[in-house]
């Protein structure tokens, strides 16, 4: 039988005492070891009256691993501010810094924030430096990632990526960037700005954000614009500042992309427009928007759902739930899979509703007709493909 995380975690540790802070290294170097191998994103370690109760973000879901005794838990967050280059004798204020992986080693980042019992933890591993590289390696519907792939080869223009937080919008975005380099190589200038730069890309001029020095999206998009760049990749549309300059630049013959907090395709664009960017500015600029949003599949020990009530709502015929077993801890549920949408402004209806601020239901319901498949349709055909179940879909896309 396949050994919980939790008994993964221990059997890993071996016979290293937890109350023994001379081990603290050794055990750092494990948990980190560990949480890459078993795929997680983010790992937290939150201070209690007991000690550090550690979790692992996988498949988007926190998952118990271990509670560090108190003896030890202030070392545990110290030796990772070391690693991250953070100021061990600071827990009073927020830092967040980087460790920097040898080799083709994962990127992580650490942030940690004071707390009544002490410093919370979190530790993100970049996957967008790990196995999902290109787009091919996505998973994404075959017309999106077409669509995608046509979209990159020009020469002006934005191409959004939206989402809620956790969706895979930098993932993606990422491997839009390697897929430039891989076809056009030192041929064009390829230039980001990010907060933070979250992996490295051979043959990409990247920067890294820092408003301590005032060097803020906006005031590095304008300099950007000075250093002939060809594409740009803007981590993240947060103001309507950047907003304004990102625009700017696809009118001038830059292609743009970037990602965009956004419930929907159609959502970004009436949130741009809140945002006060002028509808011609939208209509002219954006060459396509994809949404995406990251639901679990289900493992192989599911079964067939067998009354209406347990399709929670769903137009499905046929619908499976997850059982749990020993190959998916438990959980039902082995790795992810993502539901994308993908909408292109370029029909005369649809132009004419973004001019006329028409709102989104109203954009979706045209961009629906002209044949896009949104995120709920994708949601209800994985689950009629025995993919996903119900409950994931109303989980991540609610109801």
Known sequence: MQATLRET?????????????????????????????????????????????????????????????????????????????????????????????????????????????????????????????????????EDVEGNLRQLLTQNGGIVLVTGPAGSGKTTTIYACLRELVDKFGEHKSLVTLEDPIEAVVRGVAQSQVNPRAEFTYSTGLRSLMRQDPEVIMVGEIRDRETAEIVFQASLTGHLVMTTFHAGSAAGAISRLSDMAIEPYLLRSGILGIVCQRLVRSLCDCCKEIPDEAGKLGLPVQHAWEPVGCDACGGTGYRGRLVLAEMLMPDLKEMGRAILSRSDAAEIEELAIQSGMKSCQQRACQAVEEQRTSPAEVRRVLGF
């Open 9 to 141: 975690f221990e059997q890993a540790l071996g016979e290293i005492d937890l109350q023994d802070s001379g081990k603290v290294v050794q055990v750092v170097d494990i948990v980190l070891a560990q949480a890459q191998a078993a795929g997680a994103s983010d790992v937290h370690l939150v201070p209690d009256d007991s000690g550090l109760v550690m979790t692992w973000r996988i498949d988007g879901v926190l998952q118990p691993i271990l509670n560090f005794p108190k003896a030890t838990a202030a070392n545990i967050v110290s030796r990772l501010k070391v690693m991250a280059e953070l100021l061990t004798y600071r827990t009073d204020t927020p830092q967040e810094g980087r460790i920097h992986a040898p080799g083709d080693g994962v990127e992580m980042r650490v942030s940690t924030f004071p707390t009544l019992y002490g410093e919370k933890t979190v530790v993100r591993l970049f996957v967008a430096s790990g196995q999902y590289r290109v787009l091919g390696d996505l998973g994404l519907p």
